[in-house]
């Protein structure tokens, strides 16, 4: 098949260096065939595949030398067992959750190990919480090559990972190609790539390890889900349903999530159907049913502005109380990391620089917006209207665990996550 | 060796002329290669490389180190185009380099002056390509530039055919916005660097 883009159509930009190729040179390669070779000299292709066996074989030499070592320090006197390989400075270890006798000590990324993993928080300036967020299932296994990671929200995306101490880094990730008829699901599917390709830093939150790196983080929560069966891969073009329904499930962390690869019939009761439905219809706002723990880091003390994340609520104007599209995790992020940035996160995520001037938050630039379309034209608004609110520069008033934004008549009260 | 039944790509066009010619001497079965591969391995070059000079030369250099080595390549068409891309790689770094000895490191965005005597619809793409990753620009050079399909771009790219798929979903999306959106932010950005 040729991928050419529209052969018929003159305009296509891919064509616009048709016509354009130099004449023919034949003459003068014959020529410079005959004499010395000018520029780089190119490695036959079969020859060059022997370089990764011979590397490999080194390396599979030196990892048996390894093993070889550490048993017969292990077996001198049975203490050897007990012992730790001395850990890099700065690097961390924590103890596996559900191991056994407390024996298996594992650094952050190892604990993502061969576990399959839900997303329960997540913040970027590009891609929202929304419906799909959660039905996203992450999959670290181990293969024969070594760890790899997957996950899918439209397309499925899997690649060979690198978990060093509290760094996770995906290399080579490879994709299925299916069109999807949501464009929520592909940005998520193309975020996530970004994210996972992105080295991030692994930190532990109770049972939730949390990775962050420039882009934003996501907070997993293990599921129990055996690994050995992996994310059925959808060959099949899905067709989502959009509408909320109340019966849908909302998955609770712990419990073992629908995989967004499985394909379930539109309506059993009309029995099967040439077409198939995958179910997105958690109701948006929904999908966790507590707002996860604060993944910001914590500034000193932690009792400050900055470095804190802030439930948002109640909010009035003009004395009068303002209806929040509940329960929205419509949370306040001031970031320590990044001191002077801000993330509100309702429907559309966006973060943008701010700064502390004379008791007020002052936006450095416009807020800027995902501009995805909700599934509830209310959280849209308040999205909107919360948007209005940060640039109007409120005053900030801080005590204790208890924020309060004003400006004009406008007032909006947000607690301290712990 | 036998011709596919799918519809001929360039390189599939190679294999079927390089076919013809077996059992004749090395050199007509180069010069046949040459002559099927020589118009979309030169617009692929560059659409990756930014430089019609550039290509030209790699295109000789790759055919000529072809015919030096004789029958000893046991894959011509992969070979062309794979040392096509290595040969020009080697070059636009070595002119990187004296660039950026010479004018410094905010000239090297600039394109080629070679690329003037292309027309302007071609610059644009030129242009916005330059804004994709090293691995898109390949894969949007290989495929619809020059015609490949995924299978046979991954054996160029040395890479997997899923990969090129993906670099090609995501530079489309791109290019899509570049080239709707940017041709006058482009041209206003060229301009402004008029003294």
């Known amino acids: ?418 | 060796m036998t011709a596919p039944t799918d519809k001929p790509t360039p390189r599939r066009r190679l294999r079927a002329v390089a076919s013809e010619g077996e059992g004749s001497d090395w050199t007509a079965q180069v010069k046949t290669a040459y002559e099927a591969s020589r118009a979309p391995l030169w617009r692929a070059l560059v659409a990756w490389g930014r430089s019609p000079d550039v290509a030209e030369e790699a295109i000789a250099e790759s055919f000529a180190q072809l015919l030096r080595r004789g029958d000893s390549v046991r894959d011509p068409a992969a070979w062309a185009w794979r040392s096509a891309f290595r040969i020009a790689a080697g070059d636009l770094k070595r002119r990187r380099t004296r660039a950026a000895r010479s004018l410094g490191d905010d000239h090297l965005d600039l394109l080629p002056a070679d690329v003037t005597r292309l027309p302007d619809e071609a610059i644009d793409l030129v242009r916005a390509m330059a804004q994709l990753s090293e691995q898109q620009r390949q894969c949007v050079a290989l495929v619809d530039v020059a015609g490949h399909d995924a299978p046979t771009a991954a054996q160029i790219l040395d890479t997997s055919a899923a990969t090129v798929r993906v670099q090609l979903m995501r530079a489309r999306r791109r290019l899509r916005t570049l080239l709707t959106d940017e041709p006058q932010s482009l041209n206003d950005r060229t301009e402004e660097k008029k003294p």
């Open chain 1, 1 to 418: 098949m040729t991928n050419r883009s529209d052969p018929k159509n003159p305009s296509d930009p891919m064509r616009s260096l048709d016509g354009h190729e130099p004449a023919n040179q034949w003459s003068e390669i014959v020529e410079r065939s005959n004499g010395p070779m000018t520029l780089d000299p190119i490695v036959e292709p079969s020859r060059r595949h022997l370089l990764p066996i011979i590397l490999g074989a080194a390396a599979a030499l030196l990892l048996a030398i390894g093993v070889a070592a550490v048993a017969m320090t292990g077996s001198g006197d049975g203490k050897g067992k007990q012992q730790v390989a001395a850990q890099p400075e700065g690097s961390t270890t924590t103890m596996m959750p559900g191991a056994a006798n407390g024996g298996v000590l594992a650094t952050p990324a190892q604990m993502l190990r061969g576990r399959h993993w839900i997303i329960v928080g997540m913040a970027s300036q590009v891609v929202t919480t929304g419906a799909q967020v959660d039905q996203v299932l992450i999959t670290f296994e181990e293969s024969p090559e070594g760890p790899t990671l997957s996950f899918q929200a439209c397309n499925r995306t899997s690649g060979p990972v690198d978990l060093l101490d509290n760094r996770v880094k995906m290399t080579n990730g490879v994709s299925t190609e299916m069109a999807c008829e949501d464009q929520l699901l592909m940005d998520l599917d193309h975020w996530l790539g970004q994210f996972f390709t992105t080295a991030s830093d692994v930190r532990v939150d109770g049972d939730n390890l949390t990775l962050t790196n420039d882009l934003g983080y996501i907070t997993l929560h293990p599921t129990d889900v055996a690994v050995a069966n992996p994310i059925p891969t959808d060959t099949t073009t899905p067709v989502l349903s959009k509408p909320a329904t109340p019966e849908t499930t909302v998955p609770v962390p712990g419990d073992t999530p629908s995989s967004p690869g499985q394909v379930t019939p539109a309506d059993p009761g009309q029995g099967s159907t040439a077409t198939t439905e995958r179910d997105f219809t958690v109701p948006l706002g929904t999908v966790v049913p507590e707002c996860p723990p604060s993944t910001a880091p914590a500034a000193p003390g932690g009792d400050g502005l900055w470095g804190n994340r802030w439930r948002v609520g109640p909010v009035t104007v003009n004395g009068a109380a303002r209806d929040m599209v509940a329960p929205v995790c419509s949370d306040l992020v001031l970031n320590a990391t990044k001191q002077g940035f801000v993330f509100v996160n309702g429907c559309n995520g966006a973060g943008v620089k701010v700064r502390l001037e004379g008791g007020r938050l002052v936006l450095e630039e416009a807020l800027p917006s995902t501009a995805m379309g909700c599934m509830s034209q209310e959280l849209m608004d308040q999205d909107v209207w919360f948007a209005d609110f940060l640039t109007s520069g409120p005053t900030v008033t801080l005590a204790g665990d208890s924020l309060t934004l004003t400006a004009g008549d406008r007032v909006v009260t947000a607690t301290r996550i712990r």
